[in-house]
């Protein structure tokens, strides 16, 4: 049976949020977005979707169906793109096998829940995230509405919640100089360099929230675990986690009803009674396209089946 | 493969998100409206704060070094004082320019810095600093403004 289920989720910075959107000269600039209020257009700081999409989901409950299959060091590079970074379509036809398919969306709630290209076709997943919309007075609206829990009109502006940082990167030749046989030709350019960024200061909260259209318990299950296991390892968002920056402290609001730890435990023992057929699938269909990319490639020399893009022609 | 208990995020509640919200509320604004009025009030505040320093900037210190030392009096006390602590602001700044106690507290520029900031809330007075801090290159260039206006009036017999 499918279900729509909408879970609430507010994350707040524990460390300095450096999501970033790019950088200016060494300056390193916030992830923005632009958003209409009363007095006009604002710039405001945004934790993206697909941020959010990838470290707090795809990554962590992708690396435990690979870890718990037992595919470890085993799969090639596509296996692992498909279940880590949701793979690309890498054939020019498209296949459809019906019940091949309905097997597989069957079998690994996983892909049900988020989708990724395979070889031959798209998945769509069930799930729908929502941007890390801050809890500032430029977004007071929105966040009443994400939240579903109301807010109040006269929070802080986003700037306050904006702070910045700076790095520097020092000099062997000045810091540990007898470490360095200066015989050996080098040029003489100095390593030093200072940098900085701007960050969402710790104490910011954002909410945000996913929705799971059409799905079962087994996708909800998929979906809090891959949460979980994020959470346990630093729950890290955005840039500079090796320098302690991106942690959230992430929490859920869950439709009435819901038990979240039968949920998950429920999914792991889908997974586990499902680890063989897991590890002949993706044999079969990763595999099998690389050996056969290989071939044609050898055989024709110029048209590389396997990227899907045309090599040496001309 | 060690068996590894996992457990469900943490979760919260309408209270929990209503008590979050209401540490990230800003009573300068609760009737809605983006004013400004703040602003412009720490934005004179500091200039003054600038030409009190200038007249009372440390007779050992080079007097070239003026516009370097006013704006790293604020933003070493800024770093200090993000609790909106005043007193101990225009103190800290004051140290650094080092400012003649006895002159300070005859200086009427100190003495209606201190007790324009004194009655203002706590919200307000953090706002002053966190604004010092975001404006230091804009308030600098006020101030310098503002001085030289004050030295003409002076030079043409004027009160400043």
């Known amino acids: ?314 | 493969m060690s068996i590894q208990v996992i457990t469900p995020p943490p979760s919260f509640d309408a209270n929990a998100w209503r008590l979050q919200l209401a540490g990230l509320t800003d009573p300068d604004y609760s009737t809605g409206k983006d004013d400004n009025r703040s602003k412009e009030e720490h934005k004179q505040w500091a200039i003054n704060l600038c030409l009190a320093c200038c007249e009372l900037f440390g007779e050992d210190l080079d007097r070239m070094t003026l516009w370097d030392r006013i704006p790293s009096a604020m933003a070493t006390a800024s770093v200090k004082c993000g609790d909106g602590d005043i007193d101990q602001f225009v103190s800290l700044c004051l140290d650094h320019i080092k400012a003649d106690s006895a002159k300070a507290a005859r200086n009427d520029r100190v003495v209606a810095l201190l007790m324009g900031a004194s009655d203002k809330p706590i919200t307000w007075r953090q706002g002053l600093v966190r604004y010092i801090v975001q404006h230091s290159f804009a308030i600098v260039a006020y101030g310098r403004r503002d001085w030289e206006v004050v030295k003409n009036d002076r030079k043409n017999g004027g009160e400043a």
């Open chain 1, 1 to 314: 049976m499918s279900d729509t289920y909408r879970i609430v989720a507010m994350s707040t910075a524990l460390s300095p949020v450096s999501h970033m959107s790019g950088t200016e000269g060494n300056e390193a600039i916030l992830n923005r977005e632009c958003v209409m209020t009363e007095t006009g257009r604002r710039f405001v700081p945004v934790l993206s979707g697909n941020a959010i999409r990838h470290r707090m989901i795809r990554e962590p409950a992708g690396l435990h169906l690979i870890h718990e299959c037992g595919l470890a060091g085993k799969i090639n590079k596509r296996a692992a793109n498909f279940f880590l970074h949701g793979g690309s379509l890498s054939e020019s036809t498209a296949r459809v096998d019906l019940n091949a398919k309905m097997e597989m969306k069957e079998r690994m709630p996983f892909v049900r829940l988020i989708g990724g290209a395979l070889p031959d076709a798209i998945e769509e997943g069930s799930l729908r995230v929502d941007q890390g919309v801050l809890c500032c007075r430029e977004n007071a609206s929105r966040i009443g509405a994400i939240s579903g829990l109301g807010a109040p009109s006269y929070l802080r502006s986003a700037e306050d919640f904006v702070g910045g940082w700076q790095y520097t990167r020092s000099d062997a030749a000045r810091n540990e100089p007898d470490v360095i046989d200066r015989r050996q030709p080098d040029d003489d350019e100095s390593n030093l360099m200072i940098y900085s960024g701007q960050n969402v200061i710790p104490g910011a909260t954002f909410i945000h929230g996913f929705t799971l259209e059409h799905a079962g318990p087994l996708e909800v299950g998929c979906l809090l675990m891959g949460i979980s296991l994020w959470l346990s390892a630093g729950g890290h968002i955005g840039g500079m986690a090796s320098r302690g920056h991106g942690k959230l402290d992430t929490r859920l609001l869950l439709p009435d009803g819901i038990d979240g730890q039968l949920l998950i435990d429920t999914y792991i023992e889908h997974v586990r009674a499902n680890v063989e057929w897991v590890a002949a699938w993706t044999e079969r269909t990763f595999s099998s396209v690389a050996k056969q990319a290989k071939a044609t490639k050898a055989k024709k020399g110029a048209i590389n089946v396997g990227d899907a893009t045309l090599e040496g022609i001309g």
